[in-house]
């Protein structure tokens, strides 16, 4: 048995590897988020700035490791996908031994597969994005956590808050490992007396303080509420703040309910959510019990999270209209960590169906063997692997590859430290320089002209598209600019270098 554990997690990890150093080499550009928002925060933190770099609107740990990595290597970005990758690829360790201890060891070498190689989870974790990070230290401390559940020793209870707030510094919801683990410890978990129940919860009440308290000690200092992060105030995630204008509840739960659950349903693959409701149906007896019922409450808070983010960062209009939010799916993925255990479970429900299809058969019962049945396997994993891995192995940003050619050409032609008027802003963060994000229309370009000129920025960058699909703008930029440079290249969005006539 030992030595087909290695077997599994040699296979698991090598898969893992492998996707990795793919991907790694084939994400081209740096995220937004990574280059305006991460990257920033390690800057300050390698400034010795820790006041600023504790001030941004973002978690803190993430960045922390950037900056640590960066010393080593010198290149923040670099230094972030670096990060990304290795717990990416590590990813698989808490999740596989979870499984195996809830399920059994089949069902956690097919789930941690699966996730190996589901196209965003592995995607992101080769970007400057904190979600690999956030994923390893959320899925170490719910296994940690139902490890020790399971035991009958108390003091591993005092570590459990310290592994939720490694992955609450690096998101907010890491506080659900928590809160999981307290609503299990008070109306789920059997104890020899009651006095036991009330001992644990001490114990985590006392390590929760110990180590949660510095920082929201600091987040009620500089903000002045009482809050888990910097960006949103419990008051605004319980909607108790803002106003809806005319809509009514119900239809604002229904537009919240449709978004959130289209962004899942995306994001999940539909492939996987078959095989989901599948392993759902056959585990539907033991769901709230033990192990999974630990996993489906961690899944039911997570969804209860979303529905408010996804509600209080919806702008409701005063007409009855719903405008667009940005909600990123990468707020999902947790949901898809913590319930491919029944993914993997329904592939075993589909290959034993397929069997006893087979064996069935008088065509096939006399001969029928184990060969057969990894034959079986080979088909079906053939199957999964051809629908999943093009979407997963698809390249990032290659077509956005001309404005880091643009950033790149303007910091090392012109200098460092420039102020461009852009349409793509990550054009600033390869230059080296800052940026005033415009919008380029009919009505606005004489407005970025006059800006340009009062301000006294020589620069203007944008796609070439952006001129294509607008005569006269193209027709103005002709007028008062000079070509310095234009970048593309097959496939590629192209980049057009402007210098303002003086």
């Given at each position: 048995m030992i030595k087909r554990e290695r077997v599994d997690l040699a296979i698991l990890l090598l898969a893992s590897l492998l996707l990795s150093i793919y991907l790694f080499f084939r994400t081209y550009v740096v995220s937004l988020d990574g280059a305006f928002q991460y990257i920033p925060i390690a800057k300050d933190f390698v400034s010795g700035l820790y006041g600023k770099a504790l001030s941004h609107n973002q978690q803190p740990f993430y960045s922390f490791i950037i900056a640590?990595?960066?010393?080593?290597?010198?290149?923040?970005?670099?230094?972030?996908?670096?990060?990304?990758?290795?717990?990416?690829?590590?990813?698989?360790?808490?999740?596989?031994?979870?499984?195996?201890?809830?399920?059994?060891?089949?069902?956690?070498?097919?789930?941690?597969?699966?996730?190996?190689?589901?196209?965003?989870?592995?995607?992101?974790?080769?970007?400057?994005?904190?979600?690999?990070?956030?994923?390893?230290?959320?899925?170490?401390?719910?296994w940690f956590a139902w490890r020790t559940i399971q035991g009958e020793r108390r003091y591993p209870y005092l570590f459990i808050p310290l592994l939720s707030v490694l992955a609450y510094l690096v998101r907010p919801d890491g506080v659900g490992i928590l809160i999981v683990v307290f609503l299990y410890i008070l109306f789920f978990k059997r104890f020899n007396t009651p006095g036991d129940r009330w001992k644990v919860i001490f114990l985590l009440v006392l390590s929760s303080f110990l180590f949660f308290l510095?920082?929201?000690?600091?987040?009620?200092?500089?903000?002045?509420?009482?809050?888990?992060?910097?960006?949103?105030?419990?008051?605004?995630?319980?909607?108790?703040?803002?106003?809806?204008?005319?809509?009514?509840?119900?239809?604002?739960?229904?537009?919240?309910?449709?978004?959130?659950?289209?962004?899942?349903?995306?994001?999940?693959h539909s492939l996987y959510i078959f095989l989901l409701v599948v392993g759902l149906w056959k585990r539907r007896s033991s769901l709230f019990k033990g192990g999974e019922g630990f996993l489906l409450l961690f899944c039911i808070l997570h969804y209860v999270v979303l529905f408010l983010l996804v509600l209080n960062i919806t702008e409701w209009g005063e007409r009855g209209t719903n405008p667009a939010v940005y909600f990123s799916g990468r707020h999902v993925l947790p949901l898809v960590l913590f319930s491919i255990y029944w993914v993997g479970e329904g592939f075993v429900v589909i290959h034993h169906w397929v069997c006893n299809k087979i064996v069935s058969s008088r065509l096939f019962l006399k001969v029928w063997s184990k060969k057969e049945s990894m034959i079986v396997w080979t088909i079906l994993f053939v199957l999964i692997f051809s629908v999943i891995l093009p979407k997963t192995l698809k390249p990032q940003?290659?077509?956005r590859l001309p404005e880091k050619w643009a950033g790149n050409w303007i910091k090392n032609q012109i200098g460092k430290g420039q102020i461009l008027f852009t349409t793509i802003p990550r054009v600033a963060y390869y230059a080296d320089g800052s940026?005033?994000?415009?919008?380029?229309?009919?009505?606005?370009?004489?407005?970025?002209?006059?800006?340009?000129?009062e301000r006294n920025i020589l620069y203007l960058v944008i796609r070439?598209?952006?001129?294509?699909?607008?005569?006269?703008?193209?027709?103005?930029?002709?007028?008062?600019?000079?070509?310095?440079?234009?970048?593309?290249?097959?496939?590629?969005?192209?980049?057009?270098?402007?210098?303002?006539?003086i």
């Amino acid at each position: 048995m030992i030595k087909r554990e290695r077997v599994d997690l040699a296979i698991l990890l090598l898969a893992s590897l492998l996707l990795s150093i793919y991907l790694f080499f084939r994400t081209y550009v740096v995220s937004l988020d990574g280059a305006f928002q991460y990257i920033p925060i390690a800057k300050d933190f390698v400034s010795g700035l820790y006041g600023k770099a504790l001030s941004h609107n973002q978690q803190p740990f993430y960045s922390f490791i950037i900056a640590f990595v960066y010393t080593w290597i010198g290149d923040f970005e670099l230094a972030g996908k670096l990060i990304s990758t290795l717990f990416g690829i590590l990813l698989i360790f808490p999740v596989y031994f979870l499984g195996k201890r809830i399920f059994d060891q089949k069902i956690a070498f097919l789930s941690t597969l699966f996730l190996a190689i589901h196209p965003y989870i592995r995607r992101f974790s080769a970007d400057v994005l904190k979600e690999a990070t956030y994923l390893f230290f959320l899925a170490g401390g719910l296994w940690f956590a139902w490890r020790t559940i399971q035991g009958e020793r108390r003091y591993p209870y005092l570590f459990i808050p310290l592994l939720s707030v490694l992955a609450y510094l690096v998101r907010p919801d890491g506080v659900g490992i928590l809160i999981v683990v307290f609503l299990y410890i008070l109306f789920f978990k059997r104890f020899n007396t009651p006095g036991d129940r009330w001992k644990v919860i001490f114990l985590l009440v006392l390590s929760s303080f110990l180590f949660f308290l510095p920082y929201l000690l600091h987040l009620r200092e500089t903000t002045g509420v009482w809050t888990l992060s910097r960006a949103k105030t419990i008051a605004w995630f319980l909607g108790l703040s803002g106003s809806a204008g005319e809509i009514s509840l119900i239809d604002r739960v229904l537009f919240t309910l449709q978004k959130l659950n289209a962004e899942i349903f995306s994001r999940y693959h539909s492939l996987y959510i078959f095989l989901l409701v599948v392993g759902l149906w056959k585990r539907r007896s033991s769901l709230f019990k033990g192990g999974e019922g630990f996993l489906l409450l961690f899944c039911i808070l997570h969804y209860v999270v979303l529905f408010l983010l996804v509600l209080n960062i919806t702008e409701w209009g005063e007409r009855g209209t719903n405008p667009a939010v940005y909600f990123s799916g990468r707020h999902v993925l947790p949901l898809v960590l913590f319930s491919i255990y029944w993914v993997g479970e329904g592939f075993v429900v589909i290959h034993h169906w397929v069997c006893n299809k087979i064996v069935s058969s008088r065509l096939f019962l006399k001969v029928w063997s184990k060969k057969e049945s990894m034959i079986v396997w080979t088909i079906l994993f053939v199957l999964i692997f051809s629908v999943i891995l093009p979407k997963t192995l698809k390249p990032q940003r290659y077509e956005r590859l001309p404005e880091k050619w643009a950033g790149n050409w303007i910091k090392n032609q012109i200098g460092k430290g420039q102020i461009l008027f852009t349409t793509i802003p990550r054009v600033a963060y390869y230059a080296d320089g800052s940026f005033e994000r415009i919008v380029l229309d009919k009505e606005r370009i004489e407005k970025v002209m006059g800006l340009m000129r009062e301000r006294n920025i020589l620069y203007l960058v944008i796609r070439e598209r952006e001129t294509i699909h607008d005569p006269e703008v193209a027709e103005m930029i002709k007028r008062d600019f000079i070509e310095l440079h234009r970048f593309e290249g097959k496939g590629m969005d192209g980049v057009i270098v402007y210098k303002r006539v003086i």
